[in-house]
């Protein structure tokens, strides 16, 4: 079902795209947390449901698409079916593509994602106050689970986030596909290493498989297409995302994912930082904590290369 492109933009509250595949249980979970936000209810949801990729995904696909269509407590709801497998990669490209050019701004959120209650009212909040802002390019819900003495409750980085985010039309038009920034990340050392947050975390590993055919992530290749424009990304303080999807139910989690996820913080974001740039003690902070976290070589092989990269991007 094509997304109507005659609708008026920028409204009160920006719409959600959350995509489904074939977990009916987490996906109900997350419809249900969304639920509890009270912006949710002045809020366009858009669900994409993609198809099956083999006859074996077809049961649960279909008790998805059967669940999805009791979803209430929404402003309007618009089911996007798809007739053939896109793929988590090509389903969240087109859907974040046809929301931005359409409304100017998009939240948005897989199946496996837990969000606190005020997780909308902060994401709207946010688009509002940097929307022409060009050096901010997303917004995050997440924050590792770490400690970080702020005086604000958010904070610029200079990294992406996949797991519950928000962005705008004027960022997401230099999404870069195509990795044309790759062939420089790979012959100047210092930059891969600025890639790799000062060697803190792999991340040009999973860019080497994204250019190699060995994973299809859209979220390594927009980490790429935001760096090499020098953008950030706005993180809260306290996490306001749970990913539950590590029980080796997605495409891309296991059990080890569990690591880099917090549990959800019920507070409200209500000082932002004074200044456009990055936050460089927080910084320091989840540097710190990726590189504890970081795969030794012999448990990267243990670990499917499909299997973590999605832990980050």
Not at 79 to 104: H, Q
Not at 261 to 286: G, H, M, N, V
Request: glycine letters at 6%; aromatic letters at 12%.
């Amino acid at each position: 079902m094509p997304v109507d492109t005659s609708s008026v933009r920028n409204g009160s509250s920006a719409p959600i795209a959350l995509f489904v595949y074939n977990r009916p249980w987490h996906a109900q979970r997350t419809v249900e947390a969304l639920q509890k936000n009270e912006p949710a209810k002045e809020s366009e949801f858009f669900i994409y449901s993609d198809g099956p990729k083999d006859d074996a995904a077809n049961e649960k696909v279909g008790e998805v698409r059967e669940y999805i269509k009791t979803i209430s407590g929404f402003k309007q709801i618009t089911i996007i079916e798809r007739e053939k497998n896109y793929g988590l990669a090509n389903s969240i490209i087109a859907g974040v593509t046809e929301l931005c050019e359409r409304f100017g701004r998009v939240i948005v959120l897989e199946d496996d994602l837990l969000v606190s209650p005020h997780f909308l009212e902060y994401m709207n909040e946010a688009l509002v106050r940097y929307e022409n802002e060009e050096l901010v390019v997303q917004i995050s819900g997440h924050m590792f689970p770490v400690e970080l003495e702020t005086e604000t409750d958010a904070v610029f980085l200079p990294f992406t986030t996949s797991w519950g985010w928000a962005t705008w039309e004027r960022a997401w038009e230099h999404f870069d596909p195509l990795m044309s920034g790759y062939a420089l990340l790979k012959r100047d050392r210092g930059l891969k290493h600025r890639f790799n947050l000062e060697g803190s975390y792999d991340y040009f590993y999973m860019l080497e498989a994204q250019a190699k055919g060995k994973i299809d992530s859209w979220a390594i290749r927009w980490y790429l297409s935001v760096f090499m424009r020098g953008g950030l990304t706005l993180f809260p303080k306290k996490n306001m995302v749970r990913n539950i999807g590590f029980d080796r139910s997605g495409a891309h989690c296991t059990t080890s994912g569990m690591r880099f996820t917090a549990e959800l913080s019920d507070f409200r974001i209500s000082k932002y930082p004074p200044a456009i740039e990055p936050a460089w003690q927080p910084y320091k902070i989840c540097r710190s904590f990726l590189k504890k976290m970081r795969m030794s070589p012999l448990a990267r092989i243990k670990e499917s290369i499909h299997e973590i990269s999605k832990i980050f991007v």
